[in-house]
Nanobody
Framework: QVQLVESGGGLVQAGGSLRLSCAAS????????MGWFRQAPGKEREFVAT????????YYADSVKGRFTISRVNSKNTVYLQMNSLKPEDTAVYYC?????????????????WGQGTQVTVSS
């Protein structure tokens, strides 16, 4: 069983920055691909970013490319999402997810474990 706990969400003005963290339990975190997804009110959950177990491969949704950066520190069992130049349309609940087998993935069903989410609100 893997437990994921997100933190770092909050209220920020447009153009501002936030860094989300996701702390994972378990001794095999370094073998998991990790992802960030988000869900806005009335919308489906959507892919944001993913990173391979080593950190060598990262992929981003077009909507966040150039503004968001995913990274990980395996010694801390933590994955991060640095969000810069935030826009009101980035407002959503952000979830981190772990994929215990396979590489970085953009599709939610390929992930095995999910955190409870953290709210990000960007005001205009």
């Amino acid at each position: 069983q893997v437990q994921l706990v997100e933190s770092g969400g909050g209220l920020v003005q447009a153009g501002g920055s936030l860094r989300l963290s996701c702390a994972a339990s378990g001794r095999t975190f370094s073998s998991y691909a990790m992802g960030w997804f988000r869900q806005a009110p009335g919308k489906e959950r959507e892919f944001v970013a993913t990173i391979s177990w080593s950190g060598g491969n990262t992929y981003y949704a077009d909507s966040v490319k150039g503004r968001f950066t995913i990274s990980r520190v395996n010694s801390k069992n933590t994955v991060y999402l640095q969000m810069n130049s935030l826009k009101p349309e980035d407002t959503a609940v952000y979830y981190c997810a772990a994929r215990t087998t396979g590489g970085a993935a953009t599709m939610a069903p390929r992930y095995d474990y999910w955190g409870q989410g953290t709210q990000v609100t960007v005001s205009s």
